[in-house]
Every structure is written in structure tokens, then in C-alpha cells.
T-cell receptor
Framework: TQLLEQSPQFLSIQEGENLTVYCNSSSVFSSLQWYRQEPGEGPVLLVTVVTGGEVKKLKRLTFQFGDARKDSSLHITAAQPGDTGLYLC???????????????FGKGTLLTVNP | KAGVTQTPRYLIKTRGQQVTLSCSPI?????VSWYQQTPGQGLQFLFE???????NKGNFPGRFSGRQFSNSRSEMNVSTLELGDSALYLC??????????????FGEGSRLTVL
């Protein structure tokens, strides 16, 4: 069973601060996605990383996939209240004996950015 | 184009009853997945349907079932409701080609409360 552990579970910071959230597993994933879920909404994809060591930037958000493709991090620079939400990582792996992929989600990091 | 639509958005049931939730995917998407989201367990995969066939299934009891129609719309049913079934049920659609980088497009969810 592939499990993804996210840390921290909760994070409350002031506007302008930097933060990093982590997504770790003992399993290797073919790709890793990060989603953000705002209250009353479904998750929305932020980024997909595929190659070990890959770094992607999305404005103030920087995503990194670990060299061994077992872990990932999300760094936010100068956080803003609009960054508030639940950040979910999801790893893609093949179904046992199958040829299509399943996404395993972590439990998420609930981020609150106070003005 | 229109997003994923889930109905109803909110519902309250009592133990022992059954419930049917509906999901209309994005036009052209042939895969529909269902997830249960709770604060304690996070996002847990229920099942995926592709071209009217269940392609993958998570570790949920047989009380949870689903189906997909020829127009790709999907329904899930939970019979003999238990208190622990209270959750946000999310539907996600994708083109269904099965690769490791496919984006899931989520609906806003159906919030089920079991009393």
C-alpha cells in the first residue's frame, strides 16, 4: 500500500512569511501532483512533477520532486491571505497488475495566512 | 467549458437509510472517480468508472456502489447508512487515458450528514 504523509498538518502564519510543506513516502511514484482546496470547493491542480529532482515554479510557489521520486515539497514565498487553503499532495502509481494509474492522496496541510 | 457538477450539494440522512449522489463530468471526459473526504482520513478513493465499467475500486464495503451511464454521468449509492459515512463525497473527471500525469477535475462535492 502506498502512503503519503504530509507535514505539518496545520500551519498558521502571518502575511508576508515564507513556509514549506512536505510530502513524504517510502514508495516511488511515477509523478506527484499538488492540489489546493478552498473551503466549499473541490481540489484544484496546482502542478505535476514527473522527473526526480525536478523543480517547478508557479509565481510565489516552488515545487520540488525528490531525487528518488519518493517525496516532494512546496515552498511559498511571502504568503498572502489568498494562499489560505488545504494543500494536498497526490502520488501516481500503477494499480497492482494493471496498466493504468491511481492517485494516492496525502491527508493535507491546512494553511491559514492571517492578514 | 462547464466544470464537474455534483448534486445534491448538501443532504441529511438518518442511520439505515440509503443515498444516491450524482456527478456530471466535464464534456468529453470518460472517466469518473469518487472520493470520500473526512478530517481524520483525508481523501480516500472509492471507485473509478470508465466507459460504463468499473475500472478500479478502493477498500470500501459493498454498501458503497456506483455506476456510469452512456453519457459518462455517474451515480454512487450508499446503502444502510452509518454515522461514519458522514463526509464530503467528491467526484472527479478526467479524459481517462490512464497516464501518470492526468489532471483530476473535481466537483464541489456532496456534503452528507448521517444522524
Amino acid at each position: 500500500t502506498q502512503l503519503l504523509e504530509q507535514s505539518p498538518q496545520f500551519l498558521s502564519i502571518q502575511e508576508g512569511e515564507n513556509l514549506t510543506v512536505y510530502c513524504n513516502s517510502s514508495s516511488v511514484f511515477s509523478s506527484l501532483q499538488w492540489y489546493r482546496q478552498e473551503p466549499g470547493e473541490g481540489p484544484v491542480l496546482l502542478v505535476t512533477v514527473v522527473t526526480g529532482g525536478e523543480v517547478k515554479k508557479l509565481k510565489r510557489l516552488t515545487f520540488q520532486f525528490g531525487d528518488a521520486r519518493k517525496d516532494s515539497s512546496l515552498h511559498i514565498t511571502a504568503a498572502q491571505p489568498g494562499d489560505t487553503g488545504l494543500y494536498l499532495c497526490a502520488g501516481a502509481g500503477l494499480w497492482s497488475g494493471g496498466s493504468n494509474y491511481k492517485l494516492t492522496f496525502g491527508k493535507g496541510t491546512l494553511l491559514t495566512v492571517n492578514p | 467549458k462547464a466544470g464537474v457538477t455534483q448534486t445534491p450539494r448538501y443532504l441529511i440522512k438518518t442511520r439505515g437509510q440509503q443515498v444516491t449522489l450524482s456527478c456530471s463530468p466535464i464534456s468529453g471526459h470518460r472517466s469518473v472517480s469518487w472520493y470520500q473526504q473526512t478530517p481524520g482520513q483525508g481523501l480516500q478513493f472509492l471507485f473509478e468508472y470508465f466507459s460504463e465499467t468499473q475500472r478500479n475500486k478502493g477498500n470500501f464495503p459493498g454498501r458503497f456502489s456506483g455506476r456510469q451511464f452512456s453519457n459518462s454521468r455517474s451515480e454512487m449509492n450508499v446503502s444502510t447508512l452509518e454515522l461514519g459515512d458522514s463526509a464530503l463525497y467528491l467526484c472527479a473527471s478526467t479524459h481517462g487515458r490512464g497516464g501518470p500525469t492526468g489532471e483530476l477535475f473535481f466537483g464541489e462535492g456532496s456534503r452528507l450528514t448521517v444522524l
